[in-house]
């Protein structure tokens, strides 16, 4: 079945720029959605269509794609960034989604 | 506003059956797709299915097909998964969430219902 992969975890200081990156085979043609979601809470969509921003989500939120790789980007990392980020996408016949492995966004 | 309003937890022992609901608020449930989402304790989002009310077209994650059925009762307002016979494995919270749109992703969750499967 499709898969697609994130690292495990990404660790920055206040004030720098986190990078997550999601890899998969269909994502040239597939478009990709971000997730954030902190303990005790549902998921929190931050990034659609790989770049765009739903209404409410800061700016130094970011969506970019690649290739075969889509990439958010937090600029500007606050300590309420902290969490779990989830990539998520659907195989090429657009029938099954998936969700990457997750994300731990640590601030140092 | 949109609400997707779950039922509560459960505690249930390996080999009984199990129906959680998710009733929806605020929108016309039966044109949009409502999904559900597995979260094992600790780990990460799983993809299980998803359901069009309207005529109850059901798509299933492989790795669910045949372990769960989703349903839609368009009556109440509610999506539901069932199972048949619980595992341990199943231990984990759902949750539900709506699609967004046309477009393959998730716009409103629900709060998550806790499953625990424990002899």
């Known amino acids: 079945s499709y898969e697609v992969t994130q690292p495990p975890s990404v660790s920055v200081s206040p004030g720098q720029t986190a990078r997550i990156n999601c890899s998969g085979d269909a994502l040239p043609k597939k478009y990709t959605y971000w997730y954030q979601q902190k303990p005790g809470q549902a998921p929190l969509l931050v990034i659609y269509k790989d770049t765009e921003r739903p209404s409410g989500i800061p700016e130094r939120f970011f969506g970019s794609s690649s290739g075969t790789t889509v990439t958010l980007t937090i600029s500007g990392v606050q300590a309420e960034d902290e969490a779990d980020y989830y990539c998520q996408s659907t195989d090429t016949t657009g029938s099954y989604w998936v969700f990457g492995g997750g994300t731990k966004l640590t601030v140092l | 506003e949109v609400q997707l309003v779950q039922s509560g937890a459960e505690v249930k022992k390996p080999g009984e059956s199990l129906k959680i609901s998710c009733e929806a608020f605020g929108y016309s449930f039966t044109n949009s797709w409502i999904g559900w989402v597995r979260q094992m304790p600790g780990k990460g989002l799983e993809w299980m299915g998803i359901?069009?009310?309207?005529?109850?077209?059901?798509r299933y994650s492989p790795s669910f097909q045949g372990h769960v059925t989703i349903s839609a009762d368009k009556s109440t307002n509610t999506a539901s998964v069932q199972w048949n016979s619980l595992k341990a494995s199943d231990t984990a919270t759902y949750f539900c969430?709506?699609?967004?749109?046309?477009?393959?992703?998730?716009?409103?969750w629900g709060r998550g219902t806790l499953v625990t499967v424990s002899s």
């Open positions: 969430a709506r699609r967004g749109g046309s477009l393959n992703f998730f716009d409103s």
């Open positions: 359901i069009y009310p309207d005529d109850s077209d059901t």
